[in-house]
């Protein structure tokens, strides 16, 4: 079964500094990842996902991540953290067929002005 | 595109009562998951319902339950509530199972 672990609970950076959020995943198969958001009081956002093309996809506002099969990782990054970026993050993998996403228990980004 | 709506988006019950949670997918998706997040557990996968099948279920007692209509509209019940329960209930619509899922914002269950 597949699984997925983020490996920090919470993650804390200065406003204009690079983000990097930790992903490493578990599946017996080739997986779709994904990486979603949650602002406060909100429902969850798709920032990206990969699904077996390019190693480093592109997301929104700025984010991306590269898919690593020798590390099974799955980082998210961002050059230049914004205050508007303060969020949970969920590290998501589903293997292929008819399974449930599995979501990791997630970042909380804190954003410091 | 109008976006997954869900509602009541805020409730309060009383234990011991039930409750009927509503969500509509994006139009033309036709899988639509379910899931509860709380503080302690985090995101966890309910049940999934495709073309009014359900395909996928989660580790939850009976009491939950659920059901999709032929619009692809779906409802989840939650019977005989405990304060446990209380927490947020998201939906999630896609195109086919595996597809990336487009979430709604929620609704927030209180039981008291």
């Known amino acids: 079964a597949q699984s997925v672990t983020q490996l920090d609970s919470h993650v804390s950076v200065s406003e204009g500094t690079p983000v990097l959020l930790r992903c490493n995943y578990s599946s017996s198969y080739s997986p779709s990842l994904f990486w979603y958001v949650q602002h406060p009081n909100k429902g969850l956002q798709l920032l990206l996902k990969y699904t077996s093309a390019a190693t480093l996809v592109k997301g929104i506002n700025g984010f991306e991540a590269e898919f690593k099969k020798s590390e099974t990782s799955f980082h998210l990054t961002k050059p230049s953290a914004h205050m508007s970026d303060a969020a949970e993050y969920f590290c998501?993998?589903?293997?292929?067929?008819?399974?449930?996403?599995?979501f990791g228990k997630g970042t909380r980004l804190s954003v410091i002005a | 595109k109008a976006g997954v709506t869900q509602t009541p988006r805020y409730l309060i019950k009383t234990r011991g009562q039930q409750v009927t949670l509503s969500c509509s997918p994006i139009s033309g998706h036709r899988s639509v998951s379910w899931y509860q997040q709380t503080p302690g557990q985090g995101l966890q996968f309910l049940f999934e319902?495709?073309?009014?099948?359900?395909?996928n279920k989660g580790n939850f007692p009976g009491r939950f339950s659920g059901r999709q209509f032929s619009n692809s509209r779906s409802e989840m019940n939650v019977s005989t509530l405990e304060l446990g329960d209380s927490a947020l209930y998201l939906c999630?619509?896609?195109?086919?199972?595996?597809?990336?899922?487009?979430f709604g914002p929620g609704t927030r269950l209180t039981v008291t």
């Open positions: 998501v993998v589903s293997d292929p067929g008819n399974t449930p996403l599995v």
């Open positions: 319902y495709f073309s009014e099948t359900q395909r």
């Open positions: 999630a619509s896609s195109l086919y199972s595996t597809y990336e899922q487009y």
